[in-house]
């Protein structure tokens, strides 16, 4: 089970706004684009900017409206025809740079370790190469959990809601991103094996 696959009454309720958008023409690469640049301007400002922790609270704001970015620029790449090559690289690449730029920040927390939220950027990057290579092997794009890029979304929104609280992580939350780390993990292998028993090719 994902959060993923809530996705598609999320969208129900974004369809009125994804018209909207339209008919201002507005184009689903531009969404893509601009929540990549929100999330990228966002995460370096709380890595560099010495940002309070109160400031940690953007992110789990910024993960739900950044949810609905990308439902849209999706809806209006599929209902109003904007489908192209280029936005299939962008809405890969976007999001893998999106969730690097969110997580870093979390390095500067104690008692996490720069190490293992490092390790969880790269496995969170290999767990949506793996996805998106379902395709090449004659399966779908692959979604699966337990921790995809939604349900990720909501448990760094919920550590950035806690630090901005100004609660101290116990000293035993030094082991949630390596728990993390082996969730993605299983995450890609889940994605591998279900692609392959998909495929056309053999």
């Keep these: 089970m994902s959060i993923y696959q809530l996705k598609p009454r999320f969208q129900a309720l974004l369809r009125p706004l994804v018209a909207r958008l339209y008919a201002l023409n507005i184009t689903a690469n531009q969404v893509t684009i601009a929540a990549c ?7 370096l400002w709380l890595y560099f900017g010495a940002a309070s922790a109160a400031a940690f ?6 993960m739900f409206l950044r949810m609905a970015f990308n439902a849209i620029d999706g809806m209006l790449a599929r209902e109003f025809g904007q489908k192209s090559a ?7 690449l976007t999001d893998v740079l999106s969730d690097a730029a969110l997580y870093a920040p979390f390095a500067l927390v104690a008692p996490f370790s720069g190490f293992w939220v490092g390790t ?9 190469f793996a996805g998106a290579l379902g395709p090449t092997v004659g399966a779908s794009r692959r979604y699966d959990g337990p921790l995809g890029k939604s349900d990720r979304a ?3 929104g919920a550590l950035g ?10 000293a035993w939350s030094a082991w949630l991103m390596p728990l993390l780390a082996l969730g993605i ?3 890609t292998l889940n994605r591998i ?3 392959l028993a998909e495929s056309t090719v053999h």
């Design 37 to 43: 640049a929100i999330s990228v301007a966002l995460g």
């Design 154 to 156: 909501f448990v760094f």
């Design 57 to 62: 609270a953007l992110i789990p704001l910024w």
């Design 120 to 128: 969880v950027i790269v496995l969170a990057g290999l767990s949506e």
């Design 86 to 92: 280029l936005g299939a690289f962008l809405n890969e």
């Design 193 to 195: 094996r279900r692609a």
């Design 161 to 170: 809601l806690y630090v901005a609280l100004g609660w101290p992580l116990p």
């Design 185 to 187: 993990g299983w995450t």
